[in-house]
């Protein structure tokens, strides 16, 4: 028995003495952890975020956590042993990518954890909403009548087949407008240029939102203008023509010229009033040149109402903008025959526009060149159109001045013109003379003759300057005009 004890008593010694080696082996392998992390790297978007970091070191072992940028933040900054903890990036507000280190240290070493974050997008400006009407400015606006504007308008340039051309500036042929040409236009004597323009440049069709580069094109080619010191007109020209004067279009019209010369007024309601407005050009049932139907000037009067209304409405200078109507097909007859005046919030300050390109024979027919001689002394009679002489010229002209011109209501001749017929000796006599008499006449009536101008320069052309180098192709029918000036 006392050998069996003695035995046992020698096993339970040696199995102490193995759990005891056991457990100081396991407590070496705990105090002996070494300091590690994971990840070794974080990547954040430019939104910033959360992300997990893990830590590890022996129980009883004190950590900290710090980072060399204050876009990094964390949950906790120290502790002891194993910990997961967040570590967040807060958003990058500027458009370049960034990074940093975040560095996680025990008593006996130090780990780095690298930290980019992509580049933030550019902040978009914070644009204050545009405010549709806002109060009443005359400042800049001038005390002037229409009419007495007239007196200081001059003779008059269109820039044709520009911005007017559907499918943008140079889509009929010619170059971009530059402002080497306006000051050539100016230097040669004219004072006033009129801007057709094709405004159906959308952003959003469906909604008519003219397109920002659109306007601000536009915009550009104005300043051109008035920074010179000269009269710009702005209209919606043809545009694809889709101001249809009958009543089955005319809700559909009146709404889109509304949205649109909403946007237009907008944009230019700071100019002072070397800026004109004019709602519309040559309204026509399209391919129907006969006298209209009371249907058709019905409805192209109420383009003009529209016109005024709007513009008005949006308030400050166009409050007091001089504004431009027209007649049924800018033709004088059916003008001084149908047009009604739309009533307006301020009085002198409404101006109506007709077109004069009479007799058609001598001035626009391109299909022959046997009308090439104008007016009482020409050469042969055979040559002439047979008609719209001088006398005639002058009574269209009267029919102006006598119902709008003598009643307060300016007049622009918004267009005049004649095709070259430089194949045709002798021709160039008749195109200075009949140029330099209706000039002379409308000054006499009080009208502002506005050129037109289409920009080529060739034989059935009616450009009168190479409109690349801004050079005067035509200096003598240029001064023609020029020459009629008060």
Not at 12 to 23: E, G, I, K, N, R
Not at 48 to 60: D, E, F, Q, S, W
Not at 101 to 107: G, L, R, W
Not at 465 to 470: L, P, V, Y
Request: charged share 20%.
């Amino acid at each position: 028995m006392k050998n069996i004890f003695k035995y046992s008593s020698l096993l339970m010694v040696a199995l102490a003495m193995l759990m005891f080696t056991t457990a100081c082996d396991d407590d070496d392998d705990t105090t002996n952890i070494v300091l590690s992390v994971t990840p070794d790297s974080f990547s954040y978007t430019a939104t910033g975020g959360y992300k997990v970091l893990n830590i590890k070191t022996n129980a009883t072992e004190s950590w900290t956590i710090t980072a060399d940028a204050d876009w990094i933040s964390f949950t906790e900054t120290s502790g002891t042993g194993y910990k997961s903890l967040n570590v967040q990036a807060a958003t990058n507000t500027v458009t370049e990518e960034r990074s940093g280190t975040i560095t996680v240290s025990d008593e006996d070493e130090s780990i780095t954890i690298t930290v980019t974050q992509e580049a933030g997008e550019e902040e978009e400006p914070i644009e204050e909403p545009v405010e549709e009407n806002i109060p009443d400015d005359a400042t800049l606006m001038s005390e002037m009548t229409a009419v007495e504007l007239t007196e200081t308008m001059g003779l008059g340039w269109n820039i044709g087949n520009s911005l007017d051309a559907v499918g943008g500036e140079t889509a009929w042929g010619n170059p971009y407008i530059t402002e080497e040409l306006i000051l050539a236009i100016k230097e040669a004597g004219f004072n006033t240029v009129r801007i057709p323009v094709a405004w159906s440049q959308f952003s959003d069709s469906e909604n008519f939102t003219i397109s920002e580069t659109w306007m601000a094109r536009v915009q550009q080619v104005v300043d051109y203008v008035v920074d010179n010191d000269m009269y710009a007109i702005v209209n919606i020209h043809w545009d694809n023509g889709w101001m249809q004067p009958t009543y089955a279009d005319q809700e559909y019209v009146n709404n889109r010229l509304n949205i649109m010369w909403q946007q237009i007024a907008i944009n230019f309601r700071d100019y002072d009033y070397h800026l004109l407005f004019a709602g519309t050009n040559e309204v026509m049932v399209e391919g129907d040149y006969s006298e209209p139907t009371e249907e058709y000037y019905t409805v192209q009067n109420s383009f003009n109402e529209t016109f005024i209304n709007t513009v008005r409405a949006t308030g400050g200078r166009n409050a007091y903008r001089y504004l431009v109507i027209q007649g049924f097909n800018t033709n004088i007859d059916y003008t001084v025959d149908y047009a009604t005046l739309p009533e307006d919030t301020v009085e002198n300050r409404m101006l109506m526009e007709v077109h004069y390109y009479d007799p058609y024979e001598f001035t626009l027919n391109t299909g022959n060149d046997d009308a090439w001689q104008w007016g009482n002394d020409a050469a042969d009679a055979s040559a002439t159109a047979g008609w719209g002489n001088e006398d005639y010229l002058d009574a269209q002209f009267q029919k102006m001045k006598t119902n709008f011109v003598d009643n307060g209501i300016g007049v622009i001749l918004g267009e005049f013109g004649v095709v070259n017929r430089a194949n045709v000796d002798g021709f160039d006599a008749y195109w200075e003379y009949y140029l330099g008499y209706l000039v002379d006449s409308a000054f006499e009536h009080d009208m502002v003759p506005v050129y037109w101008d289409n920009g080529p320069t060739g034989n059935h052309d009616m450009g009168l300057f190479n409109r690349t180098t801004a050079e005067e192709v035509y200096p003598d029918v240029i001064d023609a005009m020029t020459d009629m000036i008060p």
